[in-house]
């Protein structure tokens, strides 16, 4: 912590916690325990971006892409979400957390909707830090989403083509409650985005780490807000402008 500047914080980090798989082989184990080590993790980030005063952090913890993984595996994931939801509801009202969530919330199964509607209603009026899970979600498709309201809205005059601007796009994706990532931590060492986020990622700093996920500590939240605040961010200016402007 004493590298990192308190001043200079990304006010939203992403993550796409990859590498759980390869962590359970790597310790002969079956995958659903490198799933299970891997929420550990997520405790410790989110206990940790509360601590140093992230306003928002977003976890890729579900893509629609895997739906099509093994059943058991799916199962094995949605268990440990709800153990998630329920162990970690009163740390949440402790400290200020609010859960939001984005993605197709509706294709999950009962008793894990209900345990997030629960969840989410519990700590919608948190103040200190929003905790965004994506469940179930792809960046293509909540594009087409979008899209489909915004039609919709066309159809009956709410919205007209010579309004439509960026930001007014921005506010029918499943993100409007929060503003585009500073900082996406992609973990294993791969170097994709997969869906995650795609237009809301068009300036957001990419940090990529070979650490696997269930073994992303402190130490390496760190370690990538520290390479974040050592760049400079232009968007799309030059070096000049932005010291001048
Ligand atoms: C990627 O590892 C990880 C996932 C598909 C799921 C992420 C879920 C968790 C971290 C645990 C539960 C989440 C919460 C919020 C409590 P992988 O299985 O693709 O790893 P591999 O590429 O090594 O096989």
Redesign the pocket.
Known sequence: MENIDLKKLPRHIAI??????????EHFLG?IL???K??E???VTVRTCREIGIEYLT?????VE?WL?PVE?VEG?MK??G???QAELQEMLDNDIRLTTIGDIETLREPLKKLLRKTMEATAHNKGMVLN?ALSYGGRDEIIGAVKKILKDSATGKVTSSQMTKELFSSYLQTSHTPDPDLLIRT?G?YRLSNFLLWQAAYTEFYFTDV???DFGRKDLFEAITAYQARERRFGLTSEQLRNG
């Open positions: 796409i916690m990859d590498g759980n798989g390869r962590w359970a082989k995958r490198g799933h299970r891997g929420a993790a997520v405790r976890l890729y913890a579900f893509s895997n993984r595996e994931l440990l979400l153990e998630f939801l899970l294993s791969e696997l996920w269930p």
